[in-house]
């Protein structure tokens, strides 16, 4: 079955900086990766997704790119605010499944 | 639309009771996924239904069971429950799109608690 690794388990950084979290994944047959967020208490929340035909996606300050080759994808978050403090949790899917990464948690230093 | 709901939010069970948690999808969602979620384990798919079927199954005992109604709500179920069982069970909808990837929302989950 599918298996998904996230890196890194927890990141800090300052207001304003980048931030990047990186997933892999071991099943070829994968053709969907969505990125959630989850805020303490409340429900993981679609922020970003990409499909397999697609190598970059961007929404104002958040981007995913996939590498199909080497089985892995990327979520980039530009001019990080404390807003975006939250566990972000990478996914890999196909054959109505959804296999999670292990979840980063992400804090934002003003 | 109104988002994907679960019910009951709380949940407190001893060792050996059963339990049934509910889902209602997003309407016209007709597929719904169930996950459990807990801090060491992050999220772990239960099963999905779709059209009252179930299409996958995760690694989970037998004690772990599902199903799904003409109205595409959905019901899981545990049986005799151990410690291990606690944590927040998480149920998604999503519009099937044909084998591809389906984009699932989140309902706010069940935390259920084994004493």
């Known amino acids: 079955g599918e298996n998904v690794e996230q890196h890194p388990s927890t990141l800090s950084v300052q207001e304003g900086d980048s931030a990047v979290i990186k997933c892999t994944y071991s099943?070829?047959?994968?053709?969907?990766f969505p990125w959630y967020k989850q805020e303490l208490g409340k429900r993981p929340q679609l922020i970003i997704d990409?499909?397999?035909?697609?190598g970059e996606k961007k929404d104002q300050r958040i981007a995913v790119t996939l590498n199909k080759t080497a089985k892995h994808f990327s979520l980039h978050i530009t001019e990080t605010q404390p807003e975006d403090s939250a566990v972000y949790f990478c996914?890999?899917?196909?054959?109505?499944?959804?296999?999670f990464g292990k979840g980063t948690l992400l804090t934002v230093n003003p | 639309k109104a988002g994907v709901t679960q019910t009951p939010r709380y949940l407190i069970k001893t060792r050996g009771q059963q339990v049934t948690l509910s889902c209602s999808p997003i309407?016209?969602?007709?597929?719904v996924s169930w996950y459990q979620q807990t801090p060491g384990q992050g999220l772990q798919f239960l099963f999905e239904?779709?059209?009252?079927?179930?299409?996958n199954k995760g690694n989970f005992p037998g004690r772990f069971s599902g199903r799904q109604f003409s109205n595409s709500r959905s019901e899981m179920n545990v049986s005799t429950l151990e410690l291990g069982d606690s944590a927040l069970y998480l149920c998604?909808?999503?519009?099937?799109?044909?084998?591809?990837?389906?984009?699932?929302?989140f309902g706010p989950g069940t935390r259920l608690l084994v004493l």
């Open positions: 996914a890999g899917g196909s054959n109505y499944k959804l296999t």
């Open positions: 990409i499909r397999s035909n697609v």
């Open positions: 239904y779709f059209s009252e079927t179930q299409r």
């Open positions: 309407s016209g969602h007709r597929s």
């Open positions: 998604a909808s999503s519009i099937p799109s044909g084998g591809q990837g389906e984009t699932q929302y």
């Open positions: 099943d070829s047959a994968s053709n969907y």
